[in-house]
């Protein structure tokens, strides 16, 4: 490998992608170089092109088009009495893909995570303060459940509790199709603990 | 999703990329997004520019410096009586990686697959033909263990036989560290078959 070295330089670059595993850099290593010159510089040129044709939209830091604004702030028939906050631009996509809610959204852009050095400041609190005005009901919180994603939740509710906003989280419980002996115990207890009268 | 299509376009680029799982494929374009543009630009710099200063040894097919010719084959140190075929240049770094072969390489390129359309021309089979001259006394065939592969050592050993030299494969039998009980029938029964003298 010393002796290539623009070999690793490429691998070099292939590693820092997030989500691609040790062992696949070298295929897709491979991958770009059976590419031809072209199609190597259309990938580059579309891959610029698009990111930079989108921005974080400035009330819900939800990914938009530069060009024709959010999608989901400009859009009259959505209820704005509903806020639901997400960690991230994907899981905003997995409730939108459930097709249920209606209501907002707004994109924290991550957790807490003292270890990282992601602070209160880094994420998106203080525009999602700003946001509740007399309009918003409810606040959702759809932050996933880890140590983070929980002190995140407790400082979001702390936070939002004197504007007197409902706060709300996802029902946690038995998902859908598991069977009880498979379920483990933190999720057993949760579902005995917030049973339901059926 | 159909309102952002600089979005679309971007997940479409990171589609083709191989080995990149597609519930990841959303995460990779949101790494690209939080790049500053410069740094998206350095990416796609580094990637043009190492992939063009790479290409195949006319020679061996395995990936050499445009600038400085084949790491292999300009190396006089190296035994140009024993050649090892391979398939691709990701094998040429595992059997490299051992430290144990001091031979000369082939790489294919791939092997026989009639259902993608890779037939024996597809292949770099011509160039290995033109390699066996009285040189070499040893073809290696270290193809993996595949229908296709299969199919490929057979052609090669064929192909090979009227220029006289000894044509070997690497050897089938139970991996180091494996338990008796826990290796499959096809290996147990290989290596029971292929038994050597203790």
């Not at 490429?10 to 010159?37: C, D, G, M």
């Not at 807490?112 to 303060?129: A, F, N, T, V």
């Not at 929980?150 to 859908?176: E, I, N, Q, W, Y």
Request: proline share 4%; glycine share 6%; aromatic share 6%.
């Amino acid at each position: 490998m010393e002796e290539l070295p623009s070999l690793q330089r490429l691998i070099r670059q292939l590693q820092r992608l997030p989500y691609l595993a040790s062992k696949n850099v070298y295929r897709v290593a491979q991958h770009f170089l059976e590419l031809s010159e072209s199609q190597r510089e259309d990938f580059c040129r579309i891959l610029l092109d698009s990111c930079n044709g989108l921005c974080r939209c400035p009330v819900c830091w939800a990914w938009s088009e530069k060009s024709s604004g959010c999608m989901f702030c400009n859009v009259s028939r959505r209820d704005a009495s509903l806020l639901c906050v997400v960690e991230s631009w994907h899981d905003l996509q997995a409730i939108e893909q459930t097709g249920v809610f209606k209501g907002m959204y707004h994109v924290l852009g991550g957790v807490l995570s003292p270890l990282d050095g992601i602070g209160p400041d880094d994420l998106s609190i203080e525009q999602l303060k700003k946001r509740i005005d007399g309009s918003v009901k409810e606040v959702i919180l759809a932050i996933n459940q880890s140590p983070e994603g929980d002190a995140t939740s407790a400082l979001l509710a702390r936070s939002l509790k004197s504007s007197g906003v409902v706060v709300t989280c996802l029902a946690r419980g038995l998902p859908v199709g598991i069977a009880l002996e498979y379920s483990d115990r933190l999720t057993l207890n949760k579902a005995l603990l917030d049973r339901r009268i059926f």
